[in-house]
């Protein structure tokens, strides 16, 4: 039979590849990580749009300044030092002189310099950061951050709405390595916002000559400490060690020669990390129970604080829970130590207020123990019967149909069965869930958020004002719930025209009360834990907000 | 049967503009955009956004500019370089000209990527997504086909059994589940092949084995009904009775006559492998085209939606035009007018 020969033929086709599969080695300069399935959306400063976008242009566009992990303290970009004008609204940068623009050359292999039509190399001027904030502002880019940038810049506003041709922008180059920037109010956090990525310098030349495909390899031209080798679209990109970043305290020089990022599923990181294949790796929480168990690999296994805050939103508005009695006995009820063990299998902390303690200026679990909302059944049912009465109803069976909105993902559907279970458990309140695919629930949660929804914040920059203001400020763009509250907005209004941090903090502090436990407008739940394995030969450092430091990260032979 | 291949095509060009009539309206029905992020953007942004791309327009409008990009074929001036190329899927230098370029078909952008056109993701995912759907039909005829004769010839054997038992096992275990568990027990605990990947020939055999035995485990089944439906035939006594030998009897009788309705099967499962599976490619990390048929429709990416629709019915309708000629060849009663 012919099919019998094609037996033959396929049998040894799978022994000829089979013998070339084996012949693979590990290189011990190059780290391989994994960066979640598909291709990053852009690596174009001012078009970038989530976290992983971010942290991979961050490898080759410095920030002006940058927040360290460890320290929590403002560190140098690409600048040598900076100061603030008495009326706290100028801030001026001194550049370091003589970064070299660069890029890699695919056919000497190396990372060179690039040089203008003159001949002269190209370094990185305060015209470069002028244009890039000019660029993320202006309305045709697009610029996803330019929301939270254009407040802080003089006229970004009016800019970037198009009101205005942007000619009173107040960003200024001084002189070749002076940048300023004007802000209409002094805010406590105009730093970090300085240092958003869609602020970041960007090499107006490349972006006219090549468009939109100016990130490719074969355009892009960076300064930071690492160039873009290659990227295979939907499969990897590799950054290489660029010798002539001359390092300053923010970003020191790369030490790993290349970094590979793989675009790989969760499920297939894990395994191609136990394969050896890959140096560290974030790890579904479903994995945590095998992981701990295993004697080796529970070695490698890190539980790091992370930088995102998950809660739960009533919408104010939406019967039943236009009453705050409903509201605080919906809060009271959830067990969050539960939640954390059995759900989240240890991969969180209880949250009591909304932002992560590990954000600047938030509350802590040490120095704040009666900040917040915690699980209280004696609490719940007292305010459910207050609740009650203030509705004048007669008992639960009488409240209206609650539905609770999330996103249709194991994930989501697994939390949302354990909050299902305790309201009925502790309040007696069956409530039905709506599973939903992602774009119909943000585009509802946007138009009309449901009575209930889940929400979770993952932070723009490190401050507590952009958890709490920047969300829940009344007629806000992501106060889904349409809270409003003049003594909420009071105090981080306050909180942010401060600039004595102990005071800012303070004024957190209240606000964070108000809205959880005055108001119980949002159910804090967790706080985020990164589980994270990590080969024993990989030094590397770890930054709640996925904005990691790879080029603090080393691998040592064994 | 010319004529009949050409009646099939421009039937084809109907079906086509139908599909994407009903993609195009069903697309945007559903809530939310492109640009419907976690964070909503600011209205002067979106509004740019919009213009940008066209989608300020009414859907009408937009559904005819989207044809005329993707129908109308036009000439440019200027060198062909990289960044051109991806405006249209066909570009080609126009013989009597230096510069003169002939373009046609431009599936438009992909909203989820500031630098690749969907032209560019044909031109550079499919042919990943082909390579594995080919040689995972290869692989699932060259197992099924056998799988299901010899248990239709050996009958309640244990041959029969055993070749049914794993066509049940194939088609019972979803790829889903068997693709990690091979990935793990073969990449991770034995160490005998790289887990994902694409392009040498050691990352081919995982994938190519998990997508080709689901679908040999079809082939099998139906290979098996339709032969002992013809072993009954008058015409497989009478080839016995004139002395053929059994081998001869088998294949050039019993196995053509069986093959009808077994590449009625064929013919679509090809054109499904051949775009590419979401699963398979997801799990064993294939940079191909399957992804962005399920990530194109949950991040509303308009034209990839669009472009990866009408490539899949596109294939359909040839796969099954291909069938048809197929049905002549193997049974040379059936005619077409």
Redesign the interface.
């Given at each position: 039979?012919?099919?019998?020969n094609?037996?033959y033929v396929?049998l040894i086709?799978?022994l000829?590849?089979?013998t070339?599969?084996?012949t693979?080695a590990q290189d011990d300069a190059t780290i391989q990580l994994s960066g979640g399935?598909?291709?990053p959306?852009?690596i174009?400063p001012q078009?970038g749009?989530n976290m992983r976008d971010w942290y991979l242009l961050n490898l080759l566009f410095p920030g002006l300044v940058s927040l360290d992990e460890e320290s929590n303290q403002l560190e140098p970009g690409f600048v040598s030092s900076w100061e603030v004008s008495e009326d706290g609204l100028t801030t001026t940068f001194h550049l370091l002189e003589g970064i070299p623009w660069v890029r890699y050359n695919a056919e000497t292999g190396e990372v060179e310099q690039v040089m203008d039509d003159m001949g002269n190399p190209r370094i990185v001027t305060a015209h470069d950061v002028v244009y890039g904030f000019r660029r993320a502002l202006h309305?045709?880019?697009?610029?996803?951050s330019?929301?939270m940038l254009a407040p802080l810049v003089a006229g970004g506003e009016a800019f970037?709405?198009?009101e205005s041709d942007g000619s009173d922008l107040g960003v200024q180059a001084i002189d070749d390595f002076t940048f300023s920037v004007t802000a209409p109010i002094s805010v406590g956090y105009a730093l970090p916002l300085y240092s958003l990525m869609s602020a970041r310098p960007s090499p107006a030349w490349a972006i006219e000559e090549?468009?939109?495909?100016w990130?490719?390899p074969?355009n892009i031209q960076t300064f930071g400490p690492y160039a873009l080798k290659d990227w295979?679209?939907?499969?990897s990109m590799t950054f290489v060690r660029n010798p002539h970043w001359p390092g300053s305290d923010g970003y020191a020089q790369a030490r790993a020669a290349e970094i590979v990022f793989?675009?790989?599923?969760q499920?297939?990181s894990l395994?191609?990390y136990?394969?050896g294949?890959l140096d560290t790796v974030s790890v579904p929480t479903d994995q945590i129970p095998r992981l701990k168990a295993d004697p080796e690999l529970s070695q490698e296994l890190t539980l790091s604080p992370g930088a995102c805050s998950f809660v739960l939103g009533f919408h104010t508005n939406k019967a039943p829970f236009d009453n705050v009695h409903i509201r605080r006995a919906f809060s009271y009820a959830i067990d969050r130590e539960l939640f954390v063990d059995t759900v989240l299998q240890g991969a969180g902390i209880p949250a009591r207020w909304i932002t992560p303690p590990s954000i600047y200026l938030a509350p802590t679990p040490e120095t704040d123990p009666d900040v917040g909302i915690a699980y209280d059944p004696m609490k719940a049912d007292e305010e459910l019967a207050a609740g009650l009465d203030s509705l004048g109803l007669a008992s639960v069976d009488e409240l209206p149909p609650i539905t609770v909105y999330f996103r249709d993902s194991e994930n989501e559907n697994t939390r949302a069965q354990f909050f299902q279970v305790i309201w009925e458990d502790e309040l007696g309140i069956r409530v039905e869930l709506a599973p939903q695919?992602?774009?119909?629930y943000?585009?509802?949660a946007?138009e009309d958020a449901g009575p209930i929804h889940f929400a979770g914040w993952c932070p723009d920059y490190n401050d507590a004002n952009n958890f709490l203001r920047d969300q829940y400020l009344s007629g806000g763009?992501?106060n889904y719930g349409k809270y409003a509250s003049a003594a909420f907005d009071d105090l981080v209004n306050a909180a942010q025209a401060e600039s004595d941090a102990d005071t800012r903090r303070e004024l957190y502090r209240q606000a964070e009360n108000q809205i959880v436990v005055d108001d119980a407008a949002i159910v804090p739940i967790s706080w985020g834990v990164v589980p994270t394995l990590t080969k024993l030969n990989l030094t590397r450092t770890f930054v709640p907000s996925s904005l990691q430091a790879f080029w603090k990260w080393e691998k040592t032979s064994e | 049967m010319t004529k009949f291949i050409v009646r099939r095509l421009s039937w084809m060009i109907l079906v086509l503009l139908v599909v994407s009539i009903i993609t195009f309206i069903f697309m945007h029905a559903v809530p939310g955009g492109p640009f419907t992020l976690e964070r909503p953007l600011p209205p002067a942004t979106l509004e740019q956004l919009q213009i940008r791309y066209g989608l300020h327009l009414s859907l009408p409008e937009q559904y005819i500019n989207y044809m005329t990009n993707l129908i109308v074929p036009v000439v440019t001036r200027g060198r062909l370089d990289p960044a051109s190329r991806s405006d249209y899927l066909i570009n080609f230098p126009l013989p009597f000209s230096d510069e003169l370029v002939f373009r046609w078909m431009d599936f438009g952008p992909s909203y989820k990527s500031t630098t690749r056109t969907v032209n560019d993701i044909f031109r550079e995912n499919l042919p990943l997504s082909a390579q594995l759907g080919l040689q995972a039909s290869i692989f699932a005829i060259a197992l099924g086909l056998p799988l299901g004769v010899i248990a239709a010839l050996r009958r309640n054997t244990f041959y029969d059994y055993f070749g049914m038992g794993i066509a049940i096992f194939g088609v019972s275990i979803p790829v889903i589940i068997s693709a990690p568990i091979l990935q793990y027990v073969i990449g991770v605990q034995l160490g005998w092949l790289p887990l994902s990947g694409w392009g040498k020939p050691s990352q081919m055999i995982l994938p190519v084995v998990t997508l080709g035995f689901s679908q040999s485990a079809v082939i099998a089944r139906v290979t098996r009904a339709s032969m002992l439906q013809v072993l009954n035939e008058d015409f497989v006594r009478t080839a016995h009775a004139k002395g053929l030998r059994e081998r001869q009897v088998v294949v050039g009788h019993v196995l053509k006559n069986a093959l009808i309705p077994v590449v009625t099967v064929i013919g679509p499962m090809l054109a499904f492998l051949i775009t590419g599976s979401f699963i398979v490619e997801t799990i064993f990390a294939i940079p191909g085209m399957g992804r962005f048929f399920v990530v194109s429709l949950f991040g509303r990416d308009y034209s990839v939606i669009m472009g990866s629709i009408l490539l899949l019915a596109t294939l359909v309708v040839l796969a099954n035009t291909l069938v048809d000629v197929a049905y002549a060849w193997l049974d040379p009663r059936i005619r077409y007018y």
């Open positions: 039979m012919h099919s019998k094609l037996w396929t086709v799978l000829i590849a089979l070339t599969g084996l693979q399935p598909g291709d959306q852009s174009d078009q749009i309305p045709e880019t697009g610029t996803f330019a929301f970037n709405a198009g090549f468009g939109n495909r990130i490719e074969e295979v679209h939907e499969d793989r675009f790989l599923d499920g297939v395994r191609e136990e394969a294949n695919d992602v774009t119909t943000w585009s509802r946007i763009q992501y | -």
